[in-house]
Every structure is written in C-alpha cells, then in structure tokens.
C-alpha cells in the first residue's frame, strides 16, 4: 500500500457534501409535517374526564371515566357527556345529541323502553362522547372505552391504512424510473471505463457522478417547499393542512363523499315554513303576518309548550327543536314576556308512546288555564275538534284533516321535521283559579282542542355551499352525499345545494346498500352521477369510498363525526370541520376546515391544481439541468477529454443555484382555465414530452452553451478543441509536468489542474446563465412570456440570488476551493449569453406552435407538457 504525501480531500468532501443532502432533505420534510401536525395539540378533548357513579349506594361525582367497568350505574344530565355506552334503567325527559355519531342532529328520547335490533337506534341505550341535552337519567354501564361504539368506529380507523397520494404515486414512480435509469447508465459506463483502463477509482467517481447528475437531488426540497408554501396560504384561508401531499391531491380529486350534518348545513335546527289554514309561509315572509289573530295564537302555544330556557346572557338551553322554535319567536314577540303573562301550573314531557307534549298555562289577562299542545301532526290531529282561521274558529271536518296532512306530507317530503300546535281554554266552572292539575293521573282535557298549525324545521344549508358546489361540479368533480339521516331530508338538502339537479338522483339507503353486492354497487356508481346514501353507517360510509377508488377515482370524504372517521381515513383525502368535528375525525382527517366553510375545498381544488402545474414547471427546470450536467462526463469518458464539469460542480448546480428559482416557481398564479379542465387521471407529473423538452430541446442548448465555454477557455491558453482529443491520461499524469498543447507551450500538471478548474468554472456558469432563462421560460407551459410578464418576485429574487451564488462560488477563496471553481474573467460570463437567446427565442416559438396547433400539431405532441 502506497500513501500520497499531499493527498487530495476532493473524495472526502464530496461524501461529505453527498451525507449532507440525505439528511438535510429528511429532515427538512419531518419538521414540516411536525410543525403541521402540532397545531392540532390545541384542540380541546371530546371525552369527558369524570363521571357520576353510583357505588356500594354512593354517589361518586368524581369517578374518573377510565376508571368505570361495565355494571357500574352512572346518572347523566343536562349539559354531561354520557361517560360509556349506557342501557337506560330510570329517567325523565332524557334526550341526547347523536349527530357526532350517527349524524342526525335531533335530539333524540332515552329511556327505559323496549330496544330493538339495531343497537344504534335503540331507544333505551345512550352512547358514550354523546351529549345529554334535556332531562336526567340513569343507565347501567354495557361497555367502556374502545369496545363502545365511538371506540369501535375509532378502531377501525386506526386500523385502515391510508392510500397514497396522487402526488405520493407520481413522485415514487418517477424516482424508481430515475434511480433505475441512473444506476444502469452508471453500471455500463463502470463496465466500459474498466475496460478502456481507466482506474478504479476513478472510474466510481465517474459513476457516482452520472448518478449524481441523473438523480435530481433538488426534486424532494422543492416539492416539500411547495407543499409547505401552500399549506401556509391555505391557513390563512382557514384550512389547516396536516398531511402536506394532501393539498395536491384534492387538485386531482374526481369524487367528494360529503357528509350532511355539519358539513353541508349549519348543524343548527331552525324554523323553515310555518302552515297556518291551507296557506304555507316561508320564514322569510311571515311578517305579514304578524297581526294575524292565529299567528299570535301560534307563537303562544310555541313560547309555552317548551321545555327550553332563556338565559340572562339571551342564550338558549334545550334540545335543537325547542332552541329553533324560540329563536324564531325571538324574532316576532318576546317569549319571555309571553310566559310571564302565562305562567306555566302543569306539564307533560314528551315521550315516545304519546308523541306529544303538553303544558298547562293561566292566562293572567281572563284568569283562565289554557292547555297547549305540541307533538307529531298525526297526532295532534287526532285530538283537535276545531281549526282556527282567521275570520274565527270552525269544526275540523274530514276534508281539513286531508288538507291538514297534505300539507304534513309535502313539509316532510322536503326534508322538514313537521310539528303540529293545538290549544283548548278551559271552563272557569269546572276550572276554577285554584284548581289542582295532576299529570299522573291525568284530570284535564287533551282532546276536542282548537288546530292552530305546523311548523316545518329544519337544518339549513350552508349559505356558501350552493355556489361552492357549483364551482365544484363545473370543474369536473362529482359531488354525493353520504349521512346517517333520513332519506326525505337528505333528498330535500341535496336539491336545495345542487347535488341533486333533477329528480333522477338516485336514493340509497343503509338497508338497500346492505344488500348489495360490490359489483352492484359500482354498477350503480357507473350508471347515476348524481346519488345520495341516506341512513348509512361508518362501515357502509367505508364501502362507499372503496367502491369509488376501485374505479380509478380520486375521494376526497368531508365530515364532522365520530361516524365519519373510517371513510376520512381510507380517502385519498379526509376533510374534517375544525369548529364542529369531534376530536376523532379531526385526527384522522389530512385536512381541517376551521371555520367548517365547505367552500375552502373549491380553494383547496383549484391551490391542489396549481401546485400540480407549477411543480411540472418546477420539476422540468431541474431535469433541463441534468443533459448538460451528463453529456460532460459521456465525453471525458468516450473523448478521453479533461474532465468538462466536476462532481462538486453538479452538485452547486442542483443543491445551489438552481434550488431558489424551482422553488419560486410555486408561486406563480394559476392558470385562467384551472377550474375548466376535468380532473386529470392519466396526466403524468413526468411525461414522456418532458423528457423530450427538458433532455432534447433546452438540455442539449445547455451543453452546447456549456461546451463552447469550455472549449474557449482552453482555447484561449493554447489548448484547441482537436488536441484535448485523447489527452486526458497525459493530462492527468502527475509525472509529466512538460505537456505541449497547441501553440506549442509546455504545461506542468498543478498548471494544467488550475487550467481545468478555469474551464470547468467557465461551463459552470454557462449553466448558470442558461438555467436564468430557464427559469424564465418555464414560468409558462402554453401561454407566451408577455403575456405574464415578470410578476412572480419571489422568482426574480431567486434569478438574482442564482447569480449571486455563483460569484460567490467563483470568487471567495474557501468556497472556490471546496467546490473546485475559478475566479475566472467577467468577458467569460457573455459566452453563454448567445445560446440564453437562441432558447428564449425558441421557446417562444414551439409556445406559439402550441397554441395555434401549427405543423399539425407536431409541438404539441412532441413537447407539451
């Protein structure tokens, strides 16, 4: 073994440059998506943190829920979160909220009742995460933690294992393609060295300077960067981004399973249409009638028959029904004055069997008790003997009970939850001021009473998801509903947001999508474009977005609940409501609306667009790089020429100079026909007229560019083009220090090495300039330069700094000499410039060509990209 007195540490820095890259672009990625995914430690926890228990006959207020086993007894009230899947044993006016759940966002009754097969609708089991809204109870603990229906739902989403990205597939693809490509020219020029003689050693730098070359080391920085420059923008926007690919996908996307509840509509029940005698009003419209004798009668029975609170504060407690009845009366009387003026003496709770709810009231005006009621229309009907009009009361015959529930039906139909008010004054004589009413044993009338109307409730749309959805549909993104609710009001919602445009949309339900097999169902995703499931569970929700990535598509899954969290899980992309959601979709979800405006995801679709576009333009800036930057080494090799451009050189290129421009092309505006296009399926990141645009047309100007400076360099010390043919083993002999070159003047070889350096700075910054044009020259696929002009500045600091960094890299000492450059004279900076023109005018045009199909479209199969 043979040691070099003054041995070179170019190798040395080299691996050290090359170590450097892999761990700075892994960890520039990680602190990314941990700076993202931290944000999401702020939001507060779902799950409540103690319990009410009752043990050994001792209430326990502070039982921690983990601590509860089933047949523990646990009592809920108003304003709790039910701590476990309960089975109701005792209770009065028990209702929950289960719309993080199931979706439906009515309060439903609890009790001890008889339960049926489907344990998610059973009446007599309350589930845990859910809210008590109304009423008390007390339940028997059947399961806790993940084995209750929240931590079922939770379970198999922490179970499902995400499919990749769009851009996650793309950039895994092309990367495999490269690296295969780059180690096979690697190998054969290794194979072809060692046979020609070259040294070993020599002979790995040279392949690991092919693979340098051909491996674009810049891709995964600047893709990570435009991901992260556009989650940033998107938080600004309200949209918190925690999966960055996620972004770009939903540029790609092609279906969205929307969830009703919260997503589409407020979550908040409010007052839609009223009926009063064969007239229906709109909300909107009613204040016309506000000296109208039946719609006064209408907004007493409503403020009384009641079970919600005003607060001092003007909030409203109660379920969403009673807090949607007062909040509109609050728009016409004052409820509070109404039951100041009707003091409330007696009152029956609603309840499954009866479907009513009854109050008894003193009118302080005549001194007279009123008895008002509140229930289904069906019902109430049926114990009404007289209707009020507005010219008086007349008996309720068997024609008004048919208008009376046509005009039921037709509300319902459209989605609305229908209620029905009655009243009936009482006799002074047979109840006098002191009368004592008894609602167990009922000693009062509830029949023969006076119909006054309906009212029609409902969840409203979103007042932005109509357009929202619009846009949507117009770019090519087909939009279906996916609830747990009824089918009527999932029906009535999907019309009034231009989901369903026709009444052709086609209706399946939980049952009937139970039934079907999966090559029905994607029979009937391919045969309706327009359909909504109604009544479906997390399972179905699941299957549902299964069936649509079978087919090729791209699903992005909007929603809020607990329910949702599989199928957010399993999308290409989860969208999540940052106001409404509950804690488990939200940590499932890629992306999280905060302020629940489903009209961010038209933003989201046309920034995911953007980025696939921009980073085609990016991708193809770094890839013009690689012709010039491996044709070099292919002619120190088959030539035997001095070495044109150095490893370290390739690596200024790719990590350095060219790092700021690609990155800046991120930020440049989206094309006018962004939301025109239908949404790519086959279009490549990397196509083959990339390829052709970036290593055929601007690459090979490169290398020329680069190789004329080269040959200049030489030239002008002596060294012509035709005598650096095959003089590369005299060239790098140590032990000739005597090497004529053309003009017949002898070299030594420490002259003949700052000479290469020279050279190879000289085509170094002949890349340099050709990449500035470059940069300008990519900033557009179709249109011309001058129709964009130099508006994106983030790109015209990066041109400047590009320039800057290769003076520095020529010009201070240390970097020159730690990256093998040369402070090399101002008049070699211009030889580049002729072929920086040729490209520009080049370009210019084949994007003339394009854009007028010219030659019969030979550019634009050849180079459009």
């Not at 207020?61 to 709790?80: M, Q």
């Not at 359909?531 to 977005?545: D, G, H, N």
């Not at 000739?736 to 070299?747: F, V």
Request: aromatic share 10%; glycine share 6%; charged share 20%.
């Amino acid at each position: 073994m043979t040691n070099k007195i003054n041995p070179s540490y170019d190798n040395l820095y080299l691996g050290c440059v090359l170590i450097a890259v892999d761990v700075i672009c892994g960890l520039f990625s990680f602190y990314q998506n941990y700076k993202s995914s931290k944000i999401m430690k702020t939001f507060n926890s779902m799950i409540p943190v103690y319990a009410n228990c009752v043990r050994d006959g001792v209430m326990d207020s502070e039982t921690p829920v983990r601590n509860l086993v089933r047949g523990d007894i646990v009592e809920v009230k108003a304003g709790d979160i039910v701590p476990a899947d309960i089975r109701i044993i005792e209770s009065k006016g028990f209702k929950v909220d289960n719309s993080s759940l199931t979706g439906e966002s009515i309060a439903v009754l609890r009790a001890n009742v008889e339960g049926t097969s489907n344990i998610l609708e059973s009446p007599n089991v309350a589930f845990f995460s859910t809210q008590c809204v109304e009423g008390w109870a007390l339940g028997v603990v059947l399961c806790c933690g993940d084995l209750t229906a929240l931590g079922r739902v939770a379970g198999l989403a922490a179970r499902l294992k995400p499919a990749l990205s769009p851009l996650a597939r793309e950039l895994k693809s092309f990367m495999r393609c490269m690296s295969l490509w780059a180690l096979c020219l690697g190998f054969f020029l290794a194979i072809a060295s060692l046979i020609i003689g070259y040294p070993f050693m020599q002979t790995i730098i040279f392949v690991i300077g092919i693979i340098v070359a051909n491996i674009p080391e810049g891709l995964q920085p600047t893709v990570t960067a435009s991901l992260t420059l556009t989650a940033q923008l998107m938080v600004k926007k309200q949209c918190l981004v925690k999966n960055l690919d996620a972004i770009e996908a939903l540029g790609a996307c092609t279906t969205i399973c929307s969830d009703k509840t919260g997503t589409l509509t407020q979550n908040k029940m409010c007052v839609h249409h009223i009926w009063m005698w064969n007239q229906t009003y709109n909300v909107s419209k009613i204040d016309s009638e506000k000296n109208n004798k039946v719609f006064q009668s209408l907004t007493i029975c409503g403020a009384l028959c009641s079970t919600a609170s005003i607060q001092s504060d003007g909030n409203i407690s109660g379920d969403a029904s009673e807090k949607a009845i007062l909040n509109f009366l609050m728009e016409h009387d004052n409820p509070m004055t109404i039951r100041d003026n009707f003091p409330k003496v007696a009152e029956i709770p609603f309840n499954s069997a009866n479907k009513y709810q009854a109050s008894v009231c003193l009118n302080k005006y005549d001194s007279k008790f009123v008895v008002l009621m509140k229930g289904a229309p069906e019902y109430i009907a049926n114990r009404c003997a007289t209707i009020a009009l507005k010219t008086g009361n007349t008996s309720l015959t068997t024609e008004m009970m048919k208008v009376v529930e046509l005009a039921t039906e037709k509300l319902a139909n459209s989605g609305e939850r229908v209620l029905a008010f009655a009243d009936l004054t009482l006799n002074t004589k047979e109840f006098p001021i002191d009368f004592e009413f008894d609602i167990d044993n009922i000693n009062f009338p509830l029949d023969k009473l006076r119909f006054l109307g309906l009212l029609g409730l409902m969840d409203p749309p979103r007042q932005e998801v109509g357009n929202a959805i619009r846009r949507v549909r117009e770019a090519g993104v087909r939009v279906m509903m996916v609830t747990g609710d009824h089918p009527a009001t999932a029906r009535a919602i999907a019309h009034e947001v231009g989901i369903a445009t026709s009444e052709n949309c086609y209706i399946i339900t939980g049952t009937e999508l139970r039934d079907m097999s999966s090559d029905v169902l994607n029979w009937t995703l391919e045969k309706y474009y327009e359909i909504v499931f109604a009544r479906t569970s997390p399972t179905q929700k699941l299957q549902i977005v299964e069936a649509c990535q079978s087919r090729g598509d791209v699903v992005a899954v909007t929603g809020d609940g607990v329910n949702d969290a599989p199928a957010l899980r399993k999308a290409d992309i989860g969208i999540s409501m940052g106001l409404t959601g509950s804690q488990v979709s939200k940590q499932t979800a890629d992306i999280v609306l905060m302020d629940d405006n489903f009209a961010t995801i038209v933003t989201g679709i046309e920034e995911g667009r953007k980025i696939f576009d921009n980073l085609k333009k990016s991708v193809c800036y770094i890839l013009i790089s690689n012709a010039p930057e491996i044709l070099p080494v292919l002619m120190f090799i088959l030539f035997s020429i001095p070495l044109p451009l150095g490893v370290m050189t390739i690596i200024c290129v790719d990590l350095g100079t060219d790092m700021w421009p690609a990155v800046s092309l991120a930020y440049e505006s989206a094309e006018s026909d962004v939301m025109d296009r239908v949404p790519r399926k086959s279009e490549r990141l990397v196509s083959a007229r990339m390829l052709r645009q970036a290593y055929g047309h601007l690459g090979l100007m490169e290398f020329a560019a680069g190789m004329y400076a080269y040959f200049i360099v030489m030239a002008e010390h002596g060294f012509y083009p035709a005598a650096l043919i095959g003089i590369r083993k005299k060239w790098d002999n140590v032990a000739i220090n005597d090497l004529e070159d053309s003009l017949g003047q002898e070299w030594t070889y420490a002259e003949r090495k700052e000479l290469e350096r020279a050279a190879q700075a000289a085509y170094f910054v002949a890349i340099v300039v050709t990449q500035m044009t470059n940069g300008i020259i990519c900033k557009t696929r179709f249109n011309s330069f001058f129709q964009v002009g130099m508006k994106n500045r983030i790109l015209n600091m990066g041109l400047v700094f590009e320039l800057i960094l290769a003076c520095l890299l020529c010009y201070i000492p240390g970097l020159s000499n730690f990256f093998q450059t040369y402070p090399i004279r101002v008049r070699w900076w211009f030889l580049a410039i002729p072929f920086a023109v040729l490209m520009f005018v080049f370009d210019e045009f084949r994007k003339y060509c394009i854009r007028n199909v010219m030659y019969n479209g030979w550019f634009n199969n050849l180079s459009y990209y």
